[in-house]
């Protein structure tokens, strides 16, 4: 079992409309949580990070964390084309491999 | 506060070669990671390099290696260079490595072996 899963995509949606992307992790020892988005050909960017249970906002992003169930997911509100990207989830602890990436979700948002 | 900073942004070399790769980490950060990013396997994690002693390895031959220097700054080497080793190299930096601390990545150094 890969430590950290996600749908590889792509995911198309509507302008206008929400993406939700979903990420799941192994390690319950995980503590703190990240989205990062990455354009073609560039580098990471971080978008985002959790550490407690619940929500998250900042802007049309919303972070959501259920440790009991171990996901954690992003929501894109009123996505753009601009948003078309892919997003990496990661995870992070106090040992071992510290950030643990997922393979990321192509997003695709279509005018 | 200046990111991380990678030099080169592109390589190219020709197969047995060697390459060396440097990243400067945001001023303040210790821990340094690397990860080689290729299509078809993603972000997979090199080594993390803390107070200039590697702290973690991935799951990658001996003929890549990697150093730390007193001021944080980090070199990745890759010896006899094989095609599959054409990626795009990227560096994080972050505080101290462990939660809840961010990482932040530079531009990536995007090697090409023919």
């Known amino acids: 079992q890969k430590e950290v899963e996600q749908n590889s995509g792509p995911l198309s949606v509507p302008e206008g409309a929400i993406a939700s992307l979903n990420c799941t992790y192994s390690d319950r020892g995980s503590q703190s949580f990240f989205w990062y988005r990455q354009y073609s050909g560039k580098s990471p960017e971080l978008i985002m990070f959790?550490?407690?249970?619940g929500d998250k906002e900042d802007g049309r992003f919303t972070a959501q964390l259920n440790k009991a169930s171990q996901y954690v997911s992003l929501l894109i509100r009123d996505s753009q084309p601009s948003d078309s990207a892919t997003y990496l989830c990661?995870?992070?602890?106090?040992?071992?491999?510290?950030?643990?990436f997922g393979p990321g979700t192509r997003l695709s948002v279509l005018p | 506060k200046a990111g991380v900073t990678q030099t080169p942004r592109y390589l190219i070399k020709t197969r047995g070669q060697q390459v060396t790769l440097s990243c400067s980490p945001i001023?303040?950060?210790?821990?340094v990671s690397w990860y080689q990013q290729t299509p078809g396997q993603g972000l997979q994690f090199l080594f993390e390099y803390f107070s200039e002693t590697q702290r973690n390895k991935g799951n990658f031959p001996g003929r890549f290696s990697g150093r730390q220097f007193s001021n944080s700054r980090s070199e990745m080497n890759v010896s006899t260079l094989e095609l599959g080793d054409s990626a795009l190299y990227l560096c994080a930096s972050s505080l101290r490595g462990g939660a809840p601390d961010t990482q932040y990545f530079g531009p990536g150094t995007r090697l090409t072996v023919l």
């Open positions: 959790i550490y407690s249970n």
């Open positions: 001023s303040g950060h210790r821990s």
């Open positions: 990661a995870v992070n602890n106090n040992y071992g491999q510290n950030f643990v």
